[in-house]
């Protein structure tokens, strides 16, 4: 092991055990926060983040991760609120100010102008008796023992604290607005979340002829033609209105083949698997995979809510529609 590795290792070790000392003084303050801000965002209001310097950057990553999870989110930085910036804030929103010390001027400079728009400000800081605190109507505490830097000066454990922090505030208010899947998918539209989380089994699946059906009266030999004309693994073997009997794959033909008689003339229904996994055609894409990793199997019937047969999902598809 370098000696880099070994140093850079130090300080990830000091990094974590400041996050673990920051998450066992989370308190009272966390909860005061959350309930600050839970009412006005769902009257329609937004949270409003402030902080200069190391903080700035931190305080448009939490702002990211707010909105990207439903709680809309914007940065106000203070130089710029004296300047007209100040109009982003709203009756309704809340204002959450980042500082570790407590002390910042601009911000300090920024927390009157806020207050006549009778908005809550919520301080994230390390010193709970500081200057920034005493004008705040709720304070969250968030207290490093120590920074990464040799020196103790350069913000790094502080600043990885309050992102953590900020992660843990999304995810609360993620919770208790009952933020779905759904929702998420909503915001992400564009690139592999989205793709994968506003698909559903119909926009993927195979249909007409590339489906293989029979009916349970078939026989086996009937089976393999459907196959290869629909080039797929596998036969879907209905009823006579069309709802889901069985599966037979060509495992299925591989295993049987080893027996004795003719298989080509045994009815399909005496060698399928019966009453076999299957998926909904509304169900979202993405449960496709889960599904084919839990059973591990190759091949997936998709019915629609009458049981009917609608299409069918080969393993091999799913990287064609980037789900895989």
Known sequence: MTSYVRRGREILD??????????DDLDGGF??????????????????LTGVGKNLP??????????????????????????GDLGIVQPGDTVLALSYS??????????????????????????????LARVSDVVLVVRVSREACPFNMA??????????????LAMV???????????????????????????????????GDRVALVPREALVRDAVVAMTGARAGSVAVVDAGGRLAGIFTDGDLRRHMTGEGNLGARPVAEVMTANPIRVRDDQLA?????????????DLVVIDATERVVGMIDLQDLPRVKIL
Do not use: C, N, W
């Not at 909860?31 to 409003?48: D, M």
């Not at 809309?72 to 300047?83: Q, R, Y």
């Not at 911000?107 to 500081?130: C, K, N, Q, S």
């Not at 502080?158 to 992102?163: D, E, I, K, V, Y």
């Open 286 to 298: 993405v449960d496709v995979l889960a599904t084919f990793e839990k059973y591990a199997i190759d």
């Open 58 to 83: 931190i305080a448009q990553k939490i702002a990211a991760t707010l909105s990207s999870t439903g709680s809309p989110a914007v940065v106000l930085h203070p130089s710029d609120a004296m300047h």
């Open 102 to 131: 407590g002390a910042s001027d601009e911000l300090l400079a920024l927390i009157p102008a806020v207050r006549r728009f009778a908005v809550p400000v919520i301080a994230m800081t390390g010193d709970p008796e500081g200057p």
């Open 31 to 48: 909860t005061r926060a959350v309930e600050t801000i839970l009412p006005r965002l769902v009257a329609g209001g937004k949270i409003v």
């Open 14 to 23: 000091i990094e974590i055990a400041e996050l673990q000392r920051v998450r």
């Open 173 to 207: 208010l993620l919770d208790a607005r009952g933020f779905r899947r759904e929702d998420y998918a909503k915001l992400h539209p564009g690139g592999a979340i989205g793709r994968a989380l506003l698909l559903r089994v119909r926009d993927i699946m195979r249909t």
């Open 155 to 168: 913000p790094t454990a502080s600043t990885t604290a309050t992102l953590a922090v900020g992660d843990a």
